[in-house]
């Protein structure tokens, strides 16, 4: 079972005179087809990607109850199980929301996850060990919601 903490995604745009991201990209973040969260790529006042350019984005889940568990002091970060890991079972779509084309070169993905061990030569003191696992999309790939430009969504299998 993965405890997944955080997504990271680093974005490289094509060199293209188009293929910067003028228009907007939301994103979905699903486990076993079940959508799990719903955000944009360059939220709020973050500036846009131009051509040729890279950046990395992340989404940390969050506690929506704000009901959080402490053991012993310590309080683990909030996390999403995948009971069955995370390959073949997360899935993050890249939707279009204008026609200005959009150009990805290469996407590489990190996901975090942990879990909690014991201290050892302790009688109740925890701590949260990380883990990383790292993926490439490599595929070139135009969004927009023109399709004749390219298309629409894109969908990173994990």
Do not use: C
């Not at 969260?37 to 989404?59: D, H, I, K």
């Not at 909690?116 to 993926?135: A, K």
């Amino acid at each position: 079972m993965k405890k997944v903490t955080k997504i990271s995604w680093r974005i490289q745009t094509g060199n293209q005179w188009w293929s910067g991201t003028d228009t907007e990209i939301k994103m979905e973040i699903y486990r076993d087809g079940t959508l799990l969260q719903r955000l944009r790529l360059e939220p709020g006042r973050t500036s846009r990607l131009n051509r040729n350019e890279n950046a990395t984005y992340f989404w940390v889940f969050q506690n929506n109850s704000n009901i959080g568990v402490s053991y012993s002091g310590f309080t683990p970060p909030y996390y999403e199980e995948f009971p069955n890991g995370i390959s073949g079972h997360l899935k993050v779509k890249f939707i279009a929301v204008g026609d200005d084309a959009w150009e990805k070169v290469w996407i590489f993905s990190a996901v975090l996850s942990g879990e909690m061990r014991h201290v050892p030569g302790t009688i109740d003191s925890l701590y949260w060990e990380e883990y990383r696992d790292e993926f490439d999309f490599t595929r070139d790939i135009v969004l927009s919601t023109d399709r004749s430009e390219g298309f629409t969504s894109l969908t990173l299998n994990y």
